[in-house]
Nanobody, 122 residues
Framework: VQLQASGGGLVQDGGSLRLSCAAS???????MGWFRQAPGKEREFIAS????????VYVDSVKGRFTLSRDSAKNTVYLQMNSLKPEDTAVYYC?????????????????WGQGTQVTVSS
């Protein structure tokens, strides 16, 4: 599985961005996850979607503001981020794992894309 993340950028407090994660290489049986890593902090799990079943998981800090979707024709998962806050500033990574439901443990995610920077200005 190869993953390509894109869509990051600079946005003002309250703004929106949509991140994309393009997947190739037999991804349909995987769960796709999004993580982020702020400066000086550990990489943290924020959301996941099961490609086949569509099950989604969101951590409390993004619930109600971030939404996952998938486009099978484009082999792409999207993370729509609304009502962005300065504390959302981080490098965002997409990942793929075999579990049906996304879990925070990085060891459960064998495939990673490169990061994309999201900066929210106050």
């Amino acid at each position: 599985v190869q993953l390509q993340a894109s869509g990051g950028g600079l946005v003002q407090d309250g703004g929106s961005l949509r991140l994309s994660c393009a997947a190739s290489g037999g991804f349909s049986r995987y769960t796709m996850g999004w993580f982020r890593q702020a400066p000086g902090k550990e990489r943290e799990f924020i959301a996941s979607i099961n490609w086949h079943f569509g099950d989604t998981v969101y951590v409390d800090s993004v619930k109600g503001r971030f939404t996952l979707s998938r486009d099978s024709a484009k082999n792409t998962v999207y993370l729509q981020m609304n009502s962005l806050k300065p504390e959302d500033t981080a490098v965002y990574y997409c990942a793929a794992g075999y579990q049906r439901v996304g879990v925070p443990d990085l060891n459960n995610w064998p495939y990673w894309g490169q990061g994309t920077q999201v900066t929210v200005s106050s």
